[in-house]
């Protein structure tokens, strides 16, 4: 298993190959309501491409996402890639990351634990899109 890494610098997708390694991570900052139920979105995308290979909602009573959510995820990541990633990074800072952790496993792709911030480069701009296209502007 693989320590947290504290010492991984920013990172940018000039930086990686396609598919040298997916990321997988909380896109939304506030929680979804659906059916007045909250959710969260996990997004697992392409470091280098920042290509959204698909993505999972949790109810945040479940707090983490469904293990055949997961599964189903990455056998359509795989499907889209013809090839698994070379690793797989997930935050720090999120309870589900043991999940995505298991399918990396699973299918044999190890994996780096890393600081939110230190993905900031790739992900912001996924964020602050999401935040614009799918939540809309809030005042």
């Given amino acids: ?20 390694a997916w990321i997988a991570v909380r896109i939304n900052e506030e929680f979804l309501f659906v059916k007045e139920h909250p959710y969260d979105m ?6 280098a491409s920042t290509y959204v290979l698909g993505f999972v909602f949790s109810r945040v009573v479940d707090e983490a996402p469904d293990v055949k959510d997961v599964e189903h995820l990455f056998k359509n990541a795989w499907e889209a890639k013809r090839q698994w990633a070379k690793k797989l990074i997930v935050t720090d800072d999120s309870i589900a990351s043991n999940v995505f952790i298991q399918e990396a496993e699973k ?4 994996f ?5 911030s230190n993905l900031s480069p790739i992900i ?5 899109s999401f935040v614009k296209d799918f939540i809309g ?3």
Avoid: S
């Fill in 137 to 139: 502007k809030r005042t």
């Fill in 1 to 20: 298993m693989t320590e947290l890494i504290k010492d991984f610098h920013r990172v940018y997708p000039d930086q990686f190959e396609v598919n040298e």
């Fill in 42 to 47: 996990f997004v697992l995308i392409d470091a």
């Fill in 124 to 128: 912001g701009p996924l964020k602050e």
């Fill in 107 to 110: 299918n044999g792709i190890p």
């Fill in 112 to 116: 780096d634990i890393v600081p939110i």
